[in-house]
């Protein structure tokens, strides 16, 4: 019997964690001598106030979709995939390549072949991993992590000695071609008569990102794969004795993993730079974990906890802007999240367990 109901589980602890992180983040503000009220009043006028805001809320949390799906994917079959940010990278890579040398005849066609292409080159670099721990022991972890630096220096590599245009300096791509711009919400909303900012970078990936959600959500609850992965994550013995693989489902869930996180690129190479820039992932990989720990590994929940981010994105670039509340704060406000939803999750699991327990007993 389950210690209590699979609401609190899901809705409850996160917002008890939330309201604790708050909590903790309005002090620090109080301690460098500004006023939390209207720092949270700042942030939600500049992140949710206008279509503007929402245009950058909405374009973050579509990254953060994307690799937060990555990680819980990995998470359900029991492994921690700590290399969103390089297979994003990857995945740019692989947008850059498709976008600059295939003469796309329209955005929707490219959109397709860039999707491809991006989650092919997020898996190929998940894959590397994913066999050194499935056929050599070596632990996930440790090896997603320095494909991240490796990611690095072969993109560097790629942007100043390959893809860079002749004379140019900066390390970057030429801009793609105008038929493989992705239409943003305002030029999509305005067919409907709804007025959106056309500054905000909100794009067509948006749509792509919830539709990977509903496509995670059926692949780990609804299909026979997704089961054989929630097994081997739950009992490695257990799916043993029912004839699973533990190569093959690590194998398959990394590739899955990478794929999501290569498919970032879309929303920030071709969505929004509409080119291939040096430091395109923003440090998204990185975020995604949060945003996965924060929605409880379901699709749903990242998507929540990816708005939730992408509303610490755009509202701390408010506050960096609009008072001496420094742009790093947001950074601690995202740590404290963190450690809330995931290092300390039992600090407020177990006192609601107890809680539920005490209620049930009472009621029987």
Same mark, same amino acid.
């Given at each position: 019997?389950?210690k209590?109901?699979?609401?609190?589980?899901?809705?409850?602890?996160?917002?008890?964690?939330?309201?604790? =992180?708050?909590?903790?983040? =309005?002090?620090?503000?109080?301690?460098?001598?500004?006023?939390?009220?209207?720092?949270?009043?700042?942030?939600?006028?500049?992140?949710?106030?206008?279509?503007?805001?929402?245009?950058?809320?909405?374009?973050?949390?579509?990254?953060?979709?994307?690799?937060?799906?990555?990680?819980?994917?990995?998470?359900?079959?029991? @492994?921690?995939?700590?290399?969103?940010?390089?297979? =994003?990278?990857?995945?740019?890579?692989g947008?850059?390549?498709?976008?600059?040398?295939?003469?796309w005849?329209?955005?929707?066609?490219?959109?397709?072949?860039?999707?491809? @292409? =991006?989650?092919?080159?997020?898996?190929?670099?998940?894959?590397?991993?994913?066999?050194?721990?499935?056929?050599?022991?070596?632990?996930?972890?440790?090896?997603?992590?320095m494909?991240?630096?490796?990611?690095?220096?072969?993109?560097?590599?790629?942007?100043?000695?390959?893809?860079?245009?002749?004379?140019?300096?900066?390390?970057?791509?030429?801009r793609?071609?105008?038929?493989?711009?992705?239409?943003?919400?305002?030029?999509?909303?305005?067919?409907?008569?709804?007025?959106?900012?056309?500054?905000?970078?909100?794009?067509?990936?948006?749509?792509?990102?919830?539709?990977?959600?509903?496509?995670?959500?059926?692949?780990?609850?609804?299909?026979?794969?997704?089961?054989?992965?929630?097994?081997?994550?739950?009992?490695?013995p257990?799916?043993?004795?029912?004839?699973?693989?533990?190569?093959?489902?690590?194998?398959?869930? @990394?590739?899955?993993?990478?794929?999501?996180?290569?498919? @970032?690129?879309?929303?920030?190479?071709?969505?929004?730079a509409?080119?291939?820039?040096?430091?395109?992932?923003?440090?998204?990989?990185?975020?995604g974990?949060?945003?996965?720990?924060?929605?409880?590994?379901?699709?749903?929940?990242v998507?929540?906890?990816?708005?939730?981010?992408?509303?610490?994105?755009?509202?701390?670039?408010?506050?960096?802007?609009?008072?001496?509340?420094?742009?790093?704060?947001?950074t601690?406000?995202?740590?404290?999240?963190?450690?809330?939803?995931?290092a300390?999750?039992?600090?407020?699991?177990?006192?609601?367990?107890?809680?539920?327990?005490?209620?049930?007993?009472?009621?029987?």
């Amino acid at each position: 019997m389950d210690k209590m109901p699979r609401w609190a589980d899901v809705v409850l602890i996160p917002l008890i964690s939330l309201l604790l =992180a708050a909590f903790l983040s =309005a002090l620090v503000i109080l301690a460098i001598g500004e006023n939390p009220v209207e720092a949270l009043k700042l942030m939600v006028q500049g992140s949710l106030g206008s279509t503007y805001g929402w245009g950058y809320t909405l374009y973050y949390a579509t990254s953060f979709m994307f690799t937060g799906l990555a990680v819980s994917v990995a998470y359900h079959a029991r @492994m921690f995939n700590i290399g969103g940010e390089g297979q =994003a990278m990857l995945g740019g890579l692989g947008v850059a390549l498709i976008c600059l040398y295939v003469p796309w005849p329209h955005w929707s066609l490219a959109l397709l072949g860039a999707t491809a @292409m =991006a989650a092919l080159f997020g898996a190929a670099w998940a894959a590397i991993p994913a066999y050194l721990q499935a056929a050599r022991g070596s632990h996930i972890v440790i090896t997603t992590i320095m494909f991240n630096f490796i990611a690095s220096a072969l993109l560097n590599y790629m942007l100043v000695n390959v893809l860079r245009p002749q004379g140019a300096m900066e390390p970057a791509t030429a801009r793609f071609a105008e038929t493989m711009h992705l239409p943003t919400l305002h030029e999509l909303l305005l067919p409907f008569g709804i007025e959106f900012s056309k500054a905000a970078p909100a794009n067509v990936s948006l749509l792509v990102a919830i539709v990977a959600c509903v496509l995670v959500w059926l692949l780990i609850w609804r299909t026979r794969l997704g089961y054989e992965i929630r097994s081997y994550g739950k009992s490695e013995p257990g799916a043993l004795y029912a004839g699973i693989s533990p190569f093959r489902i690590t194998m398959i869930a @990394m590739l899955i993993s990478g794929g999501l996180a290569g498919c @970032m690129a879309i929303n920030n190479v071709m969505g929004e730079a509409e080119r291939l820039v040096l430091n395109a992932t923003e440090g998204a990989g990185f975020i995604g974990i949060a945003v996965a720990l924060m929605g409880r590994n379901h699709p749903f929940g990242v998507f929540l906890a990816a708005i939730l981010f992408g509303f610490l994105y755009q509202g701390g670039a408010e506050l960096a802007l609009w008072t001496s509340i420094p742009r790093e704060l947001i950074t601690v406000i995202q740590a404290l999240v963190i450690l809330f939803t995931g290092a300390l999750d039992n600090m407020v699991r177990m006192p609601l367990e107890r809680l539920f327990l005490a209620m049930r007993r009472r009621r029987a």
